[in-house]
């Protein structure tokens, strides 16, 4: 898969089957939307292609906003290459990029830039300055500029459309097996190991800790049953998300107790993917409480874990 960062490196591809969006989590509706744009693509002889933003636009028209992602570059640039994507086009999202009226971006980035042939978009689009470009704009001058606009169905879950948005909410309210339902694959975190506190160990459950990777979205605190993924091999876990307010508040960060393994994970990087939310946080009174917490905590982990199906270590 070829990455292009800007017009200027961009090189015309035969008959280009485009679609456009940020993709922030790869989630059904982005699968579904990619798979026919690759399907077309075929049908036509031509090359699928995926327009995308760096930065989020969202960082640049409302920089108050701290906002977090479902997924890292590399994570992306991945599902886009296993879903058959041929080209991303990077465009450096920026005020001049903003500024541009619907039918300058259409002119100038998709006729004049790609020479774009079929789009496919989300029945929600919106594009050019302010967003005042629709779907039925898009259709206009595509038609002027010599493309066609096929409207995209979204995907649905219980009723509600897949977005985004509604991932990070189940995530931020600890619903991570919603969030997985959405995502089609289990949401995970990664980072290297860090030297903790070793409290765990001390009380019996020595855990590997990671920082909270920065702009990523982040589990509500609480014990989740996870799988743990370091060098290729799959580890059913359990994993704590918080300060530790039993012993006084401290940093906030993962921890991750490996079930039936001794593993010396420090300075390593590993991946946690979550399956299921266990319980909220919790102040215990003494550290026996909590160790006995903790016991309970990793039997209704193995049941949950019973029957889970990962995604694979090497994705």
């Known amino acids: 898969m070829k990455v292009t960062r800007g017009l200027a490196e961009h090189k015309r591809a ?6 456009i969006g940020n ?3 790869l989630h059904l509706g982005h699968q579904a939307l990619l798979s026919t744009v690759v399907e077309a693509a075929s049908v036509s ?17 409302k920089p108050d906003i701290d906002l977090c992602l479902l997924t890292t570059l590399e994570d992306k640039l991945a599902r886009f290459q296993h879903a058959g994507i041929e080209e991303v086009l990077f465009l450096s999202f920026d005020r001049a990029l903003a500024s541009l009226m619907p039918e300058e971006f259409v002119s100038l980035i998709l006729r004049d830039g790609i020479g774009v042939r079929e789009v496919f978009v ?11 470009g629709r779907i039925a704009d898009l259709a206009r001058l595509g038609r002027e500029a010599g493309f066609l606009v096929r409207p995209a169905q979204p995907v649905r879950m219980d009723g509600d459309v897949i977005s985004s948005s509604r991932i990070r909410q189940l995530l ?8 997985a339902r959405c995502l089609g694959r289990p949401y995970e975190l ?3 190991v860090v030297q903790g506190a070793q409290r765990g160990q001390g009380l019996g459950w020595p855990t590997a800790n990671l920082r909270l990777p920065r702009g990523r979205v982040i589990p509500a605190d609480g014990v989740y049953a996870t799988t743990a993924i370091w060098n290729k091999q799959l580890f059913e876990s359990v994993s704590y998300i918080g300060t530790r307010p039993t012993f006084g508040a401290g940093e906030r960060l993962i921890e991750v107790y490996l079930l039936d393994q001794r593993v010396d994970l420090y300075d390593h990087d590993i991946r946690v993917q979550f399956v299921k939310r266990l319980r909220g946080d919790l102040t215990f009174a003494t550290a026996v409480e909590l ?6 905590d990793v039997k209704l982990a193995r049941e949950a874990l019973k029957g889970a199906v ?3 270590a090497d994705a």
């Open 45 to 61: 002889g031509g090359t699928p292609i995926v327009l995308t933003f760096d930065p989020h636009p969202v960082t640049v028209l």
């Open 14 to 19: 035969p008959y280009p089957v485009l679609t």
């Open 190 to 192: 990664s980072g290297p």
């Open 122 to 132: 989300g029945e929600h689009f919106a594009f050019g300055k302010g967003r005042s």
């Open 23 to 25: 993709f922030d989590g």
């Open 310 to 312: 990962p995604s694979t």
């Open 291 to 296: 160790a006995a917490r903790i016991d309970l």
């Open 172 to 179: 931020q309210a600890g619903d991570v097996r919603g969030a």
